[in-house]
């Protein structure tokens, strides 16, 4: 199984990014999928979450009304929207599904699930 994160970039404050997850080997509608971010020296955060069999979505606070997840099981392809990006979007973003991924009161995950190798989001004045 591989995620392949993509779609970051340097943007403007204000501005939008679309990230995408493409995966192979693995159905991206098959777990629920994920999308996290990490800035060095701190702890990674679960941002936004669709579940596999409802395709309901969960966000994190920071991001809600900004942020938008999405699938195309077609592409096998899992989105997130960004939009009215702040200088505190700045992180290095990850997919991940798995077995083990569950979306909710906040996104859990375990060793078992699967990831991206991640996408660089920067965001600035």
């Known amino acids: 199984v591989q995620l392949q994160a993509s779609g970051g970039g340097l943007v403007q404050i204000g501005g939008s990014l679309r990230l995408s997850c493409a995966a192979s080997?693995?159905?991206?509608?098959?777990?629920?999928v994920g999308w996290f971010r990490q800035v060095p020296g701190k702890e990674r955060e679960g941002v936004s979450c669709i579940d596999s069999k409802s395709d309901s979505t969960y966000s994190a606070g920071s991001v809600k009304g900004r942020f938008t997840i999405s699938r195309d099981n077609y592409k096998n392809t899992v989105y997130l929207q960004m939009n009215s990006l702040k200088p505190e979007d700045t992180a290095v973003y990850y997919c991940?599904?798995?077995?083990?991924?569950?979306?909710?009161?906040?996104?859990?995950?375990?060793?078992?699930?699967?990831w991206g190798q991640g996408t660089l989001v920067t965001v600035s004045s």
């Open positions: 991940a599904t798995g077995p083990s991924l569950s979306c909710g009161f906040g996104i859990r995950t375990t060793s078992r699930d699967y």
């Open positions: 080997g693995l159905a991206l509608d098959s777990y629920a």
